[in-house]
């Protein structure tokens, strides 16, 4: 499958409908997704990245019904990962003097992953190579969301090639923003965004102030991922920014792991308490055992404050719970209120070990949390509305 986007661009790239996780069983991807790799036909022909190495024979195959492979001038890497460079090593077995336009870091880490020195130019920001009618412009983006990301810019055409920025696991024929489903798209966008470039939020905003600041024009943003935004691109634009400032919603998440339902009831009964302060708040009480971890920690990201609670096990916690803890931590959350909750038996260590947990994890931890010995009678139960009326008056 190929498409022409204009005259000047194709998208050359593999639509993998069946992912359904994505960086080995990290993240979810429960729309599929897509490796997008553009072909740029003007004096010369330029192809923006590549696809996943799973895909390599299926992406020459299909390149070379577009266009005789020893007529491709430059290849552009906005990005080494394997997802976007896979199918390099291939390509560059069949064109092997072709210069590969991409950022320094860029060209260090090629080599680290295919050990092969291959014709690299090296570019910065402000660097344009001339294709005809049209040229090239290269914007470094380093940590959006890897060291040696890069935007490149096609003039004329006004085309931002974003690699991984802006982009969402969303497979779908219909490729534009204005066709696909756009409640969907944005939750994938802002899953993307939260589970791949939360922790360099400061980075991300500079970035997109600099972009804003150059004032190009743009008609469309091909990302590295999923669906091309066309219709008013510089929404998502200006979304990005928005998520980069530490975002949240009037969302308190509630995230909890149980053996035998009272921590569940805890939940439950914190968020009747909660709700009596806080009428007008989202309040989503997620199982970390039953949804998605990935889906769990975008709920975070819309949130303005989480609790989170899990029974005492082996003088621990939940493993459930653990991991999105972990998650929470690795990915950085600023300026979230949060405390702890839980049940045990004897020990009755998890709500001490939570509270530690997000106390590292930068988040404002507003009190010791609560825990209930076996399972809460009808004072247990009190105590826990309590807490959520008392946690309510706090994030207020
Ligand atoms: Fe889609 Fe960072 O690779």
């Known amino acids: 499958m190929s498409f022409k986007i204009n005259n000047t661009v194709t998208w050359v790239g593999k639509m993998d409908w069946e992912l359904r996780k994505f960086h080995g069983e990290e993240y979810s991807t429960h729309r599929g997704s897509s490796y997008n790799s553009y072909l740029i036909k003007d004096e010369k022909t330029v192809l923006i990245d590549t696809v996943w190495q799973a895909f390599t024979k299926e992406f020459i195959a299909n390149l070379e019904k577009e266009i005789d492979l020893k007529k491709i001038d430059f290849i552009v890497a906005n990005h080494?990962?394997?997802?976007?460079?896979?199918?390099?090593?291939?390509?560059?077995?069949?064109?092997?003097?072709?210069?590969?336009?991409?950022?320094?870091?860029?060209?260090?880490?090629?080599?680290?992953?295919?050990?092969?020195?291959?014709?690299?130019?090296?570019?910065?920001?402000?660097?344009?190579?001339?294709?005809?009618?049209?040229?090239?412009?290269?914007?470094?983006?380093?940590?959006?969301?890897?060291?040696?990301?890069?935007?490149?810019?096609?003039?004329?055409?006004?085309?931002?090639?974003?690699?991984?920025?802006?982009?969402?696991?969303?497979?779908?024929?219909?490729?534009?923003?204005?066709?696909?489903d756009s409640e969907g798209l944005l939750y994938e966008a802002m899953k993307y965004y939260t589970n791949i470039l939360t922790p360099f939020n400061p980075l991300v905003k500079k970035k997109i102030e600099e972009l804003l600041s150059l004032g190009l024009p743009i008609n469309m943003i091909c990302p590295g991922h999923g669906i091309i935004w066309r219709d008013n691109p510089s929404e998502i634009i200006k979304t990005y920014l928005e998520w980069s400032k530490n975002y949240k919603e009037d969302q308190v998440t509630i995230i909890y792991d149980t053996m035998w339902n009272s921590t569940r009831r805890m939940a439950e009964t914190i968020a009747e308490g909660l709700k009596e302060i806080e009428a007008n708040t989202t309040i989503k009480i997620l199982s970390s055992s039953k949804y998605d971890k990935n889906d769990i920690v975008t709920e975070v990201f819309k949130s303005k404050a989480i609790l989170i609670g899990s029974s005492t096990i082996n003088k621990g916690i939940l493993s459930s719970t653990a991991a999105i803890l972990e998650m929470i931590k690795g990915l950085g959350f600023k300026e979230k209120k949060a405390a702890a909750f839980g049940s045990y038996g004897w020990s009755g260590e998890s709500v001490r070990l939570i509270t530690e947990e997000l106390t590292k994890a930068g988040l404002e931890v507003v009190n010791e949390g609560i825990r209930e010995e076996w399972i809460p009678g009808e004072a247990g139960l009190d105590r826990c509305r309590d807490f959520g009326r008392n946690f309510g008056e706090k994030i207020k």
């Open 80 to 180: 080494s990962e394997i997802d976007h460079s896979g199918a390099l090593p291939e390509l560059m077995r069949l064109i092997p003097n072709t210069p590969i336009y991409c950022t320094k870091t860029c060209a260090k880490l090629l080599k680290a992953h295919y050990h092969q020195d291959w014709n690299f130019v090296e570019v910065k920001t402000g660097d344009t190579l001339e294709i005809g009618k049209n040229k090239l412009m290269f914007i470094e983006a380093k940590m959006l969301h890897w060291p040696d990301s890069m935007f490149t810019y096609l003039t004329g055409e006004n085309i931002l090639f974003s690699s991984d920025a802006f982009g969402q696991h969303f497979a779908s024929e219909l490729m534009y923003s204005d066709k696909v």
